[in-house]
């Protein structure tokens, strides 16, 4: 079969799993990309092609404002992350079972050490936001970046309109819908967007939120309400995220009910790991102090109203 019918059959069968926007980068070179050799991890290890995918987590249903718990961000009420592995395993199955190939061949890219924001843009995923988040098309920055190896040289998809791609030259096509008053970086109340696509990591809520900084400067405590876990402001804001987003539906990961500031604070250690276990928040690099730390600022907010 030619290579052109086999990206369709893949395409085909990456949106029959729930996936809202199917590209493909041909060939992946990590050490053109990235800069660096593929060394022995095999996260940075080319191949002939790369599927890159996006998974929708949406605006409404458990994504909503009213979403269980509402202390935690949207896109880590689920873990989608576990969810986008599963859905690509089951079509790198089908694909393999259809075109052959070693399991090997086939190598999922989540949450993973390479960067998926370029893979993002050079395959037209989607555009960068003053957020420093990737814009798609169909589900604004509500979606979950993953990305599937294939020992297949496939017809590769080009970055989208008004995207350039030399060092530190982005253009924002998909933000002049804003004008020159960018509504994500209007919305940050701790003003952590730079305006060039970057974070200022040291006044970002959500790093914090991820357990990093010594301590929290009054400056962030002072505004920080009822993010248990994740801040939004940015995505909340962004007009590409007002409309109707479906998100996909799963169970996985799902956090108990009583998963509460109050209830993290009056936890052992042992009680949060295993109420996250599976879940968004069970990475390694978020453990209970870190838990404990902005349930504390909750509080402290709560307590100030």
């Given at each position: 079969m030619d290579p052109a019918s086999i990206a369709d059959y893949i395409r085909t069968e990456a949106y029959d799993k729930g996936f809202s926007r199917v590209r493909f980068l041909s060939p992946y070179?990590?050490?053109t990309i990235?800069?660096?050799l593929d060394g022995t991890d095999n996260h940075w290890k080319g191949a002939p092609s790369l599927l890159v995918v996006a998974l929708p987590y949406g605006n409404s249903g458990i994504a909503g404002a009213l979403g269980q718990p509402s202390t935690i961000?949207?896109?880590?009420?689920r873990n989608y992350y576990a969810e986008a592995v599963t859905r690509l395993k089951d079509v790198a199955k089908n694909v393999r079972a259809r075109f052959g190939g070693q399991r090997s061949d086939y190598r999922i890219l989540c949450n993973s050490p390479v960067p998926e924001?370029?893979?993002?843009?050079?395959?037209?995923l989607g555009w960068l936001g003053k957020n420093s988040l990737i814009i798609t098309p169909e589900a604004g920055s509500l979606v979950i970046i993953a990305a599937m190896t294939l020992p297949f040289q496939l017809p590769g998809d080009s970055p989208l309109s008004g995207v350039f791609l030399g060092a530190r030259a982005l253009a924002f096509p998909a933000c002049k819908v804003c004008g020159d008053s960018p509504a994500c970086m209007n919305a940050c109340p701790t003003k952590a967007l730079s305006g060039d696509g970057t974070v200022q990591t040291d006044r970002c809520i959500q790093w914090y939120a991820s357990g990093n900084g010594t301590t929290v400067p009054?400056?962030?405590a002072d505004v920080w309400e009822n993010q248990l876990y994740g801040c939004t402001y940015c995505q909340d804001a962004c007009p590409y995220n007002k409309k109707k987003i479906k998100g996909s539906d799963t169970e996985r990961g799902k956090l108990p009910e009583f998963f509460t500031a109050e209830w993290v604070l009056s936890s052992s250690d042992e009680s949060i790991r295993k109420?996250?276990?599976?879940?968004?928040?069970?990475?390694?690099?978020l453990g209970p102090v870190s838990l404990r730390r902005n349930a504390s600022l909750v509080l402290r907010r709560k307590s100030s109203v």
């Open positions: 070179n990590p050490g990235f800069n660096r961000a949207p896109f880590a009420r924001k370029p893979l993002a843009l050079l395959c037209g009054n400056f962030v109420a996250v276990q599976g879940s968004a928040l069970g990475m390694q690099w």
